[in-house]
């Protein structure tokens, strides 16, 4: 998924050397979350309907960017978007913990499915409105290898390395 426009609705953002975390907060929890390249400018910010669960989830990005394991459990989520099929994709990616990676075909064969739907559990990740919530940044390629993030392949190397990865 290509990096939201910014004339979007953003209601928090938050400053990293990698880039800007620009997000969405509704009333039933966090709706959207971007990790977005090093050069985009903050967005602009619009009232945040969540003060109290901005507060929580700046704390938890805090401690994750200083190398803290963090699940982001204590975070709502609006999961009122997507597939019945995505949805459950992104529910039981939020099981991989810190500091750990899976295959999609891991994925895939957790979920129940065939061997065969690796591929499209790849693409639901693709479709995540919540990366690093849902960390489909830990989901690699059969081989063991980095493939496509729609954060951009430059945040998954980061976070990974940042849980701990060493990666060639």
Known sequence: MPPPSLDGVFNFHF?????????????????????????????????????????VLLAALQRYFL??????????????QGTTFQRSVWSAARAVPWGAT?????????????PGSARAVGHALGQNPLHLLV???????????????????????TLLRLEGHHLA
């Not at 039933?28 to 109290?52: E, I, K, N, V």
């Not at 459990?73 to 999961?79: M, Y």
């Open 15 to 55: 400053a990293h050397s990698a880039g800007v975390i620009a997000g969405e907060f509704t009333a039933d929890g966090l709706r959207r979350f971007y990790l977005l390249p090093r050069d985009t400018p903050p967005p602009m910010l619009a009232a945040l309907p969540a003060q109290a669960e901005a507060e």
């Open 67 to 80: 190398g803290e394991p963090e699940d982001f459990r204590g975070i709502a989520l609006d999961l009122n």
């Open 102 to 114: 899976a295959t999609y075909g891991d994925l895939a064969a957790q979920l129940g499915r065939g």
């Open 135 to 157: 960390p489909c940044h830990r989901f690699l390629a059969a081989s063991g290898h980095l493939v496509d993030y729609a954060g951009g392949i430059e945040w998954k190397e």
